[in-house]
């Protein structure tokens, strides 16, 4: 058995799957009526709209199939998010990547595996809806137009869900996003009596580019921005711009020692990004931070607020500076 390899942009895949708050929800008949529609279109006993986490498949949605979850390492769909479009196994028995895996050799007994990989955009893969049969199969050109078509159904569902709670330019989560995963990190910070922390960017001279290189130029350097910030910061611990030019990040389990190491890591990284994208301009920054214990009774309205008054005095600071 081999496998799956991890996506050279896994950072960024899983914040996006993890910002639709749908793992661990619901089954939601939107997606249920296309795996039943599909499980009886191609006549097999399986079909499953799967989301590939960090060490699991979790179904969203599963017709013949009764658990909610496997192991990533054993996935068949775990191996289809490495590419686009269909991943197509006639039998499973002719693949050493699969012919002694567990769900092979034992139930559901795998033989004829066939997913069409769901993306959130272009790069972005999160998992598949996918066809299983305990027998070896092929399926011809209309068949494959056909898994697509409903795929392509699935994705439309997900994208409603991503509008409501993603930022389009960027894809990390907007404010609506960033208020729902935060609610949640409360709960868990509380009941583990685990430290909070907010940290707020602010662009500098972010209207300057604008009006000096064009407004493609400024989201150039917000998708930029955006991907520091995950590849700075640990899963665990949400990002999200909140509008405009302004980004914001919920640390867990951070005081001040472990929030100053954090940042000093961000600066550097912000410093060599600006360098190796060689613009006519850096891309630069305000940030503020605000601590808080596990039992705050603040809102996140407020807590956001402290970080804010905090990178106010940063960009003040900036602005001193450069006038001496």
């Known amino acids: 058995m081999k496998r799956p390899a991890i996506p050279q942009n896994e950072a960024e895949r899983l914040h996006a799957l993890r910002a639709l708050q749908i793992l661990d929800s619901s089954h939601e008949e939107r997606f249920d009526r296309v795996t039943r529609l599909a499980r009886r279109l191609f006549g097999v006993p399986i079909s499953l709209v799967s989301l590939i986490d960090e060490d699991r498949q979790w179904f969203k949605s599963a017709q013949g199939l009764d658990v909610p979850e496997t192991s990533r390492d054993v ?18 028995l002719d693949d050493e990547r699969f012919h002694d895996n567990p769900l092979v050799t034992d139930a559901p007994n795998i033989r004829f595996y066939a997913g069409y990989v769901l993306k959130i955009r272009q790069g972005i893969n999160i998992g598949t809806l996918c066809l299983i049969d305990s027998k070896p199969r092929e399926m011809d050109e209309e068949d494959r137009q056909l898994l697509q078509d409903l795929g392509e ?71 930029s921005f955006a991907q520091i910030l995950l590849e700075s910061f640990r899963d665990c611990d949400v990002v999200a711009r909140l509008g405009g030019d302004e980004f914001v990040v919920m640390l867990l389990d951070s005081d001040e020692g472990r929030v100053g190491a954090v940042l000093e890591r961000f600066r550097n990284a912000a410093a060599n990004a600006s360098k190796k994208l060689g613009k006519p301009y850096q891309i630069e920054y305000s940030m503020g931070v605000a601590h808080f214990p596990h039992d705050t009774d603040e809102a996140i309205e407020n807590m956001i607020q402290e970080a804010d008054k905090a990178m106010y005095a940063d960009k003040k600071d900036q602005d001193i500076g450069r006038d001496r």
Not at 83 to 89: A, C, D, E, P, S
């Open 75 to 92: 996935s068949f769909c775990g191996h289809a998010i490495n590419q686009t479009g269909l991943f197509i196994v006639p039998d499973v």
């Open 153 to 223: 159904m699935i994705e439309q569902e997900i994208k409603s869900i991503q509008l409501a709670t993603l930022d389009e330019l960027t894809s990390i989560s907007n404010r609506r996003g960033f208020m729902t995963l935060v609610d949640h990190s409360l709960k868990v910070c509380r009941r583990n009596k685990i430290p909070i922390s907010i940290v707020l960017f602010d662009l500098n001279k972010f209207k300057t580019i604008n009006d000096t290189y064009g407004h493609h130029e400024g989201d150039f350097v917000l998708v």
